[in-house]
Nanobody, 116 residues
């Protein structure tokens, strides 16, 4: 069965860094473009970053995180990562991974809290 498990969130001060991980199973991971999404309190889920199935030909980021976040993947481990630097309070949200196309059931997400 398809499963997405996010981890790596936590509490950090503004300007700090976190690396999120997403472990995928139940589908041919290397066939799919993958994305990170986030949902802040009281807001809709937002597409944050996307990486092509090969792992680097194409990456895309929402403007608010460009230059600060980096998405990567390891197809040998069925993992997607999101390196988050220079974190801001407005980055506070629950972060999720999923396939960019033909999405599957959402995992539980991982909480990122940026606060002083």
């Amino acid at each position: 069965q398809v499963r997405l498990v996010e981890s790596g969130g936590g509490l950090v001060q503004p300007g700090g860094s976190l690396r999120l991980s997403c472990a995928a199973s139940g589908f041919i991971f290397s066939d799919y473009t993958m994305s990170w999404y986030r949902r802040a309190p009281g807001k809709e889920r937002e597409l944050v970053a996307t990486i092509d199935s090969a792992g680097g030909t194409t990456t895309n980021y929402v403007d608010s995180v460009k230059g600060r976040f980096t998405i990567s993947r390891d197809n040998g481990k069925n993992m997607v990562y999101l390196q988050m630097n220079s974190l801001k309070p407005e980055d506070t949200a629950v972060y999720y991974c999923n396939r960019r196309f033909l999405m599957v059931a959402w995992g539980q997400g991982t909480q990122v809290t940026v606060s002083s």
